[in-house]
């Protein structure tokens, strides 16, 4: 009797330390929301962020973001982000091996491109990957991104000519040891993997492995597949990056079904 009674003390004085650790969590939920907001915006250059809610979760070793509205000071209507869902968390299989680094998750992500957007890009000085996003996950989480994954997410990049819009839907993407925590240096440590819907009616499906440490450059060595594109439909967009898209002798509705495996390349920015 007398044992099973410390039992059930104990256990309530953990409960109760449970409830303790949380009520003082929620406490401090605003004013880490005020300061997290007030360094992602002075990191960043040329873009600003509102952060809707933050919840810290002590237990975890996380946060989660809440609402997140991503707009281009040039252009700020429409946002180019909205993020109603951002975990960032201490990533525990690479702390087992002595490393600290952290997972973050988007869950359904939309992101907003227009002309204009991609025309200040284009014509500024310094490319997306100079204007502080790695310092601003920096504020958000003070490790390391090590894992990323986005659910769902969805990609609209708006054309003003005759073709409409071109857009991504139920984008799938995975990256891990992002910061080559397991592998050896010189190598493509990094799996990826990208899944996607163009068009509503092309299946893109892409999978490799990344060097995101690589210098100059991140390094890429990936095998695509799209099957069911109509060219005709991403053709106006096509022309903003040089390339002159022109269906000929297709199929009955213009679709074509395409793949290429083993592509190698260097990108022309880090990610």
Same mark, same amino acid.
């Given at each position: ?37 007030? #360094? $992602?915006?002075?990191? +960043? ?14 237990? #975890?070793? @996380? ?5 997140? $509205?991503?707009? *281009? ?24 091996? #002595? ?11 939309? +992101? ?21 996003? *790695? ?17 769902? @997410? ?50 893109? *499906? ?9 210098? /100059? ?7 695509? *597949? ?15 990056? @040089? ?7 297709? /199929? ?20």
């Amino acid at each position: 009797m007398l044992r099973r009674r410390w039992r059930w003390i104990v256990a309530g004085a953990v409960a109760l330390l449970l409830v303790v650790v949380v009520f003082r969590a929620r406490l401090v939920d605003e004013p880490v929301r005020r300061r997290v907001e007030a #360094g $992602v915006n002075a990191a +960043l250059d040329g873009y600003s962020v509102k952060i809707g809610k933050l919840r810290v979760h002590p237990l #975890g070793f @996380g946060v989660v973001l809440s609402d997140v $509205v991503v707009t *281009q000071d040039a252009y700020p209507d429409p946002p180019v982000a909205t993020l109603p869902a951002l975990d960032a968390s201490v990533q525990w299989t690479a702390a087992i091996r #002595g490393k600290l680094v952290a997972d973050f998750e988007l869950r359904e992500p939309k +992101l907003h491109v227009d002309l204009r957007n991609a025309t200040k890009e284009a014509t500024d000085k310094k490319s997306v990957a100079e204007r502080g996003w *790695q310092e601003a996950a920096f504020e958000i989480f003070p490790l390391k991104i090590n894992e990323l994954k986005v659910t769902d @997410g969805t990609f609209t990049y708006v054309d003003p000519g005759p073709g409409g819009p071109v857009r991504l839907t139920h984008v799938y993407f995975t990256a891990d040891n992002i910061r080559n925590v397991r592998s050896r240096e010189g190598t493509y440590p990094s799996p990826v993997h990208l899944s996607a819907w163009l068009q509503d009616t092309a299946r893109l *499906q892409a999978d490799g492995d990344v060097d995101f440490l690589a210098i /100059p450059h991140t390094a890429v060595k990936a095998d695509f *597949q799209m099957v069911d594109l109509d060219m005709r439909t991403v053709a106006p967009a096509a022309r903003h990056a @040089g390339a002159d898209i022109r269906v000929a002798g297709s /199929p009955p509705g213009g679709r074509s079904s395409t793949r290429r495996s083993g592509t190698s390349w260097r990108s022309p920015r880090c990610v």
